[in-house]
């Protein structure tokens, strides 16, 4: 098993940037696909961005391409989102998540989460 504690969120400007951190202990942190979500009041859970065990490929929701990289440091068991020109439709939970298999955008598909962090963009 894996556990995972994200950190990183808060108040931010539309505009600004917030740079998620997503810590992982137990099982090896380079055998997990990593994966991003958020949540928003009243709306299921949404795909973000997904990353390769290596890193070498990563995949994000159209809504967030060009501005979000998703990241990962295996050295440190850690996944990162960096989030730019946040606008107020980013507002939400976001949630790390973990898949033991192979690529996947389902949040169905993923076998461990975080506690989420709350992400609050202000027009």
């Known amino acids: 098993q894996v556990q995972l504690v994200e950190s990183g969120g808060g108040l931010v400007q539309a505009g600004g940037s917030l740079r998620l951190s997503c810590a992982a202990s137990?099982?090896?942190?380079?055998?997990?696909?990593m994966g991003w979500f958020r949540q928003a009041p009243g709306k299921e859970r949404e795909f973000v961005a997904a990353?390769?065990?290596?890193?070498?490929?990563?995949y994000y929701a159209d809504s967030v391409k060009g501005r979000f990289t998703i990241s990962r440091d295996n050295a440190k068991n850690t996944a990162y989102l960096q989030m730019n020109n946040l606008q107020p439709e980013d507002t939400a939970v976001y949630y790390c998540a973990a898949r033991s298999l192979g690529q996947s955008t389902a949040a169905y598909d993923y076998n461990y989460w975080g506690q989420g962090t709350q992400v609050t963009v202000s027009s």
């Open positions: 137990g099982r090896s942190f380079r055998s997990y696909f």
């Open positions: 990353i390769s065990w290596s890193g070498s490929n990563t």
